[in-house]
C-alpha cells in the first residue's frame, strides 16, 4: 500500500526565506509524485510531478522538488517565498497509470505555508 | 479552456436529508474522479470514472453514496440520506490520456445540521 507524510502541518517563514516542505512516501513499485497546492476556497492546481525522469524537477511559481529514492523524500522547495505563497500544500503518490489517468493519487494531510512580511 | 466546473458550491442541509453534487470535467477529458476532503485532511478518491464506466468505486460508502456519469461527461455524486459526518468538501477532478494530469474543481462544501 502507498500512504504519503508530510512532516509539519504548518510551516512560517518570512517574506524572502527559503520554503522547504517536507514529503516522505511510502511505495512497494516505483512511484510517480505529485505536489499540489490549495489556495482558500478553490480547487488544487498541480505545481509539478515526478514521474521517473530528472530526479529533480521544476515547477510553476519557482517551485521545485528533488525525488530522492534512498530517502524516500520529494521534499518541495522555493528559494525566497512571496506573501502570495501563502496557501495548503499536498504531496501525493500514485503507483502509475492507464489509459485514462493515474491511479488514484493518495495525498498526504497538506502542510499550511504561512508567509509573514 | 474552461476548467472543471462544480455546482453547487456550498450546500446546507439537515441529516437525513438527500443532497446531490454536479460535476462538469474539462472538454476531451475521459477520466473524472470524485475526492472526499475532511477538513485538516488530504483529499480521499471516492470514485473513479473512465467515460461511463466506474473503474475505481473501492472506496465509496455504497449504502448511501451513488454516482453516475451516463454519458461519459458530466457526472453527479449522490447522498441519501446524509449524516452529520458527511460534513466535507467534495471535489471533483478530470484528466485525459497521455498528459494524465488531474485538473480539480472548486470543489462543494457540504455542511450536515
Known amino acids: 500500500a502507498q500512504s504519503v507524510t508530510q512532516l509539519g502541518s504548518h510551516v512560517s517563514v518570512s517574506e524572502g526565506a527559503l520554503v522547504l516542505l517536507r514529503c516522505n512516501y511510502s511505495?512497494?513499485?516505483?512511484?510517480?509524485l505529485f505536489w499540489y497546492v490549495q489556495y482558500p476556497n478553490q480547487g488544487l492546481q498541480l505545481l509539478l510531478k515526478y514521474t521517473s525522469a530528472a530526479t529533480l524537477v521544476k515547477g510553476i511559481n519557482g517551485f521545485e522538488a528533488e525525488f530522492k529514492k534512498s530517502e524516500t523524500s520529494f521534499h518541495l522547495t522555493k528559494p525566497s517565498a512571496h506573501m502570495s505563497d501563502a496557501a495548503e500544500y499536498f504531496c501525493?503518490?500514485?503507483?502509475?497509470?492507464?489509459?485514462?489517468?493515474?491511479?488514484?493519487?493518495?495525498f498526504g494531510a497538506g502542510t499550511r505555508l504561512a508567509v509573514h512580511p | 479552456e474552461a476548467g472543471v466546473v462544480q455546482s453547487p458550491r456550498y450546500k446546507i442541509i439537515e441529516k437525513k436529508q438527500p443532497v446531490a453534487f454536479w460535476c462538469n470535467p474539462i472538454s476531451g477529458h475521459n477520466t473524472l474522479y470524485w475526492y472526499l476532503q475532511n477538513l485538516g485532511q488530504g483529499p480521499e478518491l471516492l470514485i473513479r470514472?473512465?467515460?461511463?464506466?466506474?473503474?475505481?468505486d473501492s472506496q465509496l460508502p455504497k449504502d448511501r453514496f451513488s454516482a453516475e456519469r451516463l454519458k461519459g461527461v458530466d457526472s453527479t455524486l449522490k447522498i441519501q440520506p446524509a449524516e452529520l459526518g458527511d460534513s466535507a468538501v467534495y471535489l471533483c477532478?478530470?484528466?485525459?490520456?497521455?498528459?494524465?494530469?488531474?485538473?480539480f474543481g472548486a470543489g462543494t462544501r457540504l455542511s450536515v445540521l
Open positions: 477532478a478530470s484528466s485525459r490520456y497521455p498528459e494524465n494530469i488531474q485538473y
Open positions: 511505495s512497494s513499485v516505483p512511484p510517480y
Open positions: 470514472y473512465e467515460n461511463e464506466e466506474a473503474v475505481d
Open positions: 501525493a503518490v500514485s503507483d502509475g497509470a492507464g489509459n485514462g489517468g493515474y491511479n488514484k493519487l493518495i
